[in-house]
């Protein structure tokens, strides 16, 4: 698979991309708080299979995990991010207070609501997400094509020696 933006990416590499553990995103998945978009697992020994949006909303969902928010607030945040996942999730800003939680996509929506005195809760720049993710994918492609280089160079050196050898 490629670090595109289009391409599906596997449990393993989600693990890496995100910082979970397998377990966390099977658990994830069967209690549906993220189920894949691309292919869901069909039985033992199947996989799934995570498009680059489900990877920043598991991005989101770690970010609030490790900020303390529960899994519960954590549901509710990926619920706003679903109704209102627009193109340019980059300049977006999810925004959790109170009860609610909402995706301000503009500096004057986050200021509104900042201005507005209530207790902001927590606060997810997208845009730094999406830039983390980028960048875990890029890695993980730089990581893999230098696994499938050393490949290459170990298939060519053992096809020379079994040349000499004859």
């Not at 069967?30 to 990877?55: E, H, K």
């Not at 109170?98 to 720049?125: C, H, R």
């Amino acid at each position: 698979m490629t670090g595109s933006k289009t391409a599906g990416f596997r449990g393993s590499q989600v693990c890496n991309i995100v910082g979970i553990t397998y377990r966390q995103l099977d658990y994830w998945a069967r209690s549906g708080l993220l189920v894949p978009s691309i292919m869901q697992a069909g039985g033992t020994g199947s996989s799934r299979c995570y498009s680059y949006l489900d990877i920043v909303r598991l991005r989101v969902i770690k970010r609030l995990l490790d900020s303390g928010v529960s899994l519960q607030r954590a549901r509710k945040a990926i619920s706003c991010l679903e109704e209102d996942l627009g193109e340019d999730l980059g300049s977006a800003n999810l925004v959790m207070e109170g009860a609610s939680t909402i995706l301000a996509k503009t500096e004057e929506a986050m200021f509104d609501l900042l201005k507005a005195g209530q207790g902001v809760f927590n606060i997810v720049p997208m845009g730094s997400v999406v830039q983390e993710v980028d960048a875990a994918i890029a890695s993980l492609s730089d990581d893999r094509s230098h696994e499938i280089n050393a490949q290459d160079e170990a298939r060519t050196r053992a096809y020379e020696l079994a040349l000499k050898a004859n």
